[in-house]
């Protein structure tokens, strides 16, 4: 069975530009959860989604957004990045109480 | 609201020898899970071993296994005959149940090097 797949890997971009991260989740789960991990701050929780609907929100400035797709799929946008916003963007799905599925997650860079 | 503290950023440990992790919370709530995860250099975080705050015996998972202290509110993990694939990070993670969410709160993590 596959697992949780973020796409892309690794990602370059300017300051003041924008970034589309992509998560597919575990077939099945219909609850998606991004974190933001920094060595400074660790991990971050930034959103979920369940049923595209977003159940929770981290305490993130509003050029973090997300949504789900009917499917499931999930993406994640940052808009205006800043030099701070560089992370690994780690997505998670979960079925339910089971725990965390985790995908490979995405590092951005911004420069 | 909860926390969650690692308080050793590393630890190491021979192979073949037994290492603790230490974590503490604090919750008013009476039911929760805790969770230890692992992350490797390959960066996607591995669930390790979960523990459902009402049940009171400790959960093991072959060579991992907890020591879970509800009334001091710790959750240390305990692993056995460590191995070089063992190392990475450790993250410990609380879980409400009751929140109508799966929002994890992680620990800030602890480094585990095993020397061979």
């Known amino acids: 069975k596959a697992g949780v797949t973020q796409t892309p890997r690794y990602l370059i971009k300017t300051r003041g530009q924008q970034v589309t991260l992509s998560c597919s989740p575990i077939?099945?789960?219909?609850?998606v959860s991004w974190y933001q991990q920094t060595p400074g701050q660790g991990l971050q929780f930034l959103f979920e989604?369940?049923?595209?609907?977003?159940?929770n929100k981290g305490n993130f400035p509003g050029r973090f957004s997300g949504r789900q797709f009917s499917n499931s799929r999930s993406e994640m946008n940052v808009s205006t990045l800043e030099l701070g916003d560089s992370a690994l963007y780690l997505c998670?799905?979960?079925?339910?109480?089971?725990?965390?599925?985790f995908g490979s997650g995405t590092r951005l860079t911004v420069v | 609201a909860q926390t969650v503290t690692q308080s050793q950023p590393e630890m190491s440990v021979q192979e073949a020898e037994t290492v603790t992790l230490s974590c503490t919370y604090d919750?008013?709530?009476?039911?929760?899970?805790l969770f230890w995860y692992k992350q490797p250099p390959s960066r996607q975080m591995i669930l390790v071993i979960r523990q459902e705050a009402y049940k009171q015996q400790n959960a093991t998972e072959n060579r991992f296994s907890v020591n879970f202290q509800k009334a001091a509110k710790s959750f240390s993990l305990k692993i056995s005959d460590s191995q070089l694939g063992d190392a990475a990070m450790y993250f410990c993670a609380y879980r409400s149940p009751t929140s109508g969410t799966y929002k994890y709160i992680f620990g800030t993590g602890t480094r585990l090097k095993v020397l061979a």
């Open positions: 998670a799905s979960s079925l339910g109480a089971g725990g965390y599925t």
């Open positions: 989604y369940f049923s595209e609907t977003q159940r």
């Open positions: 077939s099945g789960h219909r609850s």
């Open positions: 919750t008013s709530e009476s039911d929760y899970y």
